[in-house]
């Protein structure tokens, strides 16, 4: 492909200028990859692990020992993975469902979750079967002006009734910095410090293999993400995961099938090698669509954009928010990315109301697995200000192509 002149000049210094951050997530790389393959080993996971079943899938020795698996991994004392979850939505929704129960309360100390959980969380008898509706109280403590928690708002806030309390790792679409599995554990300390029975529930979609601990070993009792998000490795064609605390896995495990069969059955349907190949090579393609977020911030704000996190700041999940001036820049970009897809690429993606969300939002998603969020997307809502999510990409060439696409197509509409 060609591009001109001065954008492939621009590349290259931000791409000069990343490599001591390059090399700090090839380190991480190394550490996450060795962390899964150590599992494995632990585990004896052999050929015949990967065996389809059917019907109730009894005794699926692949799907137990998959269980095990991340729950090593995750530094977990259990997990339920399952290509049941049909979303990381649907996943957190049964991890909450399952633990919750009429009269208690969820208070999310991250400020407001992001846009399709608001329909889980529903509201007082709205019919529709959510957590309100059936009698289970929400409240939520916004963070402060400059992204930090309100920790006097969420001393005030916790209540006997409160049950969970719920943290969104990642930034979803606000402009905020994602929260480091550090700062996750203050605030473990935190509320555990206020109420020692409080279960502590954290959103780990976009997270995964970021950093070199999870959640789970920083003290949260309970985690949720989609596998078509990182730890599906580009492979998963659907499915979930929850790890956490043995007993509240298991109570989240009778929501997803009913109480007194739990996680005991469900067919793999020929899934499981998919899912624990996946999971291998998940630490790696984590760390190219790492890489592909870094250049993809030096790049942008060489240009004079805004753009959050900064090339040089940590990185905790796969999101790279970039600020525009006008709606068309932000669509222009989005159409950009999806002119760079191996799949599609031919489609022009525009705003649409898509189920879940409070604004009409573009998607560019050219991937084999559909709504594959490890694979190079960007979406956003059409609202001000205009910000645009980009994430993913299975190979950093991939997300390096995007950038570059993506900054021809705006340069072709007049716009850089």
């Known amino acids: 492909m060609q591009f001109d002149s001065d954008i492939m000049a621009i590349?290259?210094?931000?791409?000069?200028?990343?490599?001591?951050?390059?090399?700090?997530?090839?380190?991480?790389?190394?550490?996450?990859?060795?962390?899964?393959?150590?599992?494995?080993?632990?585990?004896?996971?052999?050929?015949?692990?990967?065996?389809?079943?059917t019907?109730?899938?009894?005794?699926?020795?692949?799907?137990?020992?998959?269980?095990?698996?991340?729950?090593?991994?995750?530094?977990?004392?259990?997990?339920?993975?399952?290509?049941?979850?049909?979303?990381?939505t649907h996943t957190i929704g049964t991890a909450l469902f399952g633990v919750l129960r009429p009269g208690d309360e969820l208070l999310y100390i991250t400020g407001k979750p992001y846009d399709t959980l608001h329909k889980?969380?529903?509201?007082?008898?709205?019919?529709?079967?959510?957590?309100?509706?059936?009698?289970?109280?929400?409240?939520?403590?916004p963070l402060l002006?400059?992204?930090?928690?309100?920790?006097?708002?969420?001393?005030?806030?916790?209540?006997?009734?409160t049950k969970?309390?719920?943290?969104?790792?990642?930034?979803?679409?606000?402009?905020?910095?994602?929260?480091?599995?550090?700062?996750?554990?203050?605030?473990?300390?935190?509320?555990?410090?206020?109420?020692?029975?409080?279960?502590?529930?954290?959103?780990?979609c976009y997270g995964e293999f970021t950093e070199r601990l999870e959640p789970n070993q920083v003290g949260a009792d309970l985690i949720a993400g989609s596998l078509i998000k990182n730890p599906g490795g580009g492979l998963a064609a659907s499915g979930g995961y929850i790890a956490g605390r043995k007993e509240l896995v298991e109570m989240a495990a009778y929501r997803l099938t009913a109480p007194g069969i739990g996680g005991e059955v469900g067919a793999m349907l020929g899934t499981t090698r998919s899912l624990y190949q996946g999971l291998f090579l998940a630490p790696?393609?984590?760390g190219q669509a790492v890489k592909g977020s870094v250049v993809?911030?030096?790049?942008?704000?060489?240009?004079?954009?805004?753009?959050?996190?900064?090339?040089?700041?940590?990185?905790?999940?796969?999101?790279?928010?970039?600020?525009?001036?006008?709606?068309?820049?932000?669509?222009?970009?989005?159409?950009?990315?999806?002119?760079?897809?191996?799949?599609?690429?031919?489609?022009?993606?525009?705003?649409?109301?898509?189920?879940?969300?409070?604004?009409?939002?573009?998607?560019?998603?050219?991937?084999f697995i559909q709504g594959g969020s490890l694979e190079l997307s960007a979406d956003a809502p059409i609202r001000e200000p205009y910000i645009a999510y980009m994430q993913g990409g299975l190979t950093y060439s991939h997300c390096k192509l995007g950038v570059l696409t993506a900054l021809q197509h705006m340069k072709e509409r007049g716009l850089l």
């Open 11 to 53: 590349m290259e210094q931000a791409e000069e200028g990343v490599q001591p951050r390059f090399r700090e997530i090839e380190r991480t790389i190394d550490h996450n990859q060795w962390k899964v393959i150590a599992a494995f080993q632990n585990q004896g996971i052999s050929d015949y692990h990967f065996a389809s079943s």
């Open 55 to 88: 019907g109730y899938g009894y005794n699926d020795r692949g799907r137990e020992l998959l269980d095990l698996v991340y729950a090593e991994v995750f530094g977990a004392e259990a997990a339920l993975v399952r290509p049941h979850f049909v979303s990381g």
């Open 120 to 141: 889980v969380i529903g509201k007082p008898g709205d019919g529709t079967g959510s957590l309100q509706d059936f009698g289970i109280g929400y409240r939520e403590v």
């Open 145 to 161: 002006a400059d992204g930090s928690l309100d920790e006097a708002g969420i001393r005030a806030a916790i209540t006997p009734k």
């Open 164 to 204: 969970v309390i719920g943290i969104q790792r990642s930034r979803g679409y606000d402009w905020r910095a994602s929260f480091t599995v550090a700062a996750i554990g203050e605030m473990v300390e935190l509320v555990k410090s206020i109420r020692s029975d409080l279960i502590v529930f954290v959103d780990n």
């Open 284 to 286: 790696h393609l984590v």
């Open 296 to 367: 993809a911030a030096a790049v942008f704000e060489r240009l004079g954009f805004k753009t959050r996190p900064r090339p040089e700041d940590p990185r905790t999940d796969l999101i790279q928010a970039i600020e525009f001036t006008s709606a068309e820049h932000l669509i222009t970009f989005v159409q950009g990315v999806q002119r760079a897809s191996a799949v599609d690429a031919h489609v022009t993606p525009e705003p649409w109301d898509m189920p879940g969300y409070e604004h009409p939002v573009i998607m560019a998603a050219g991937t």
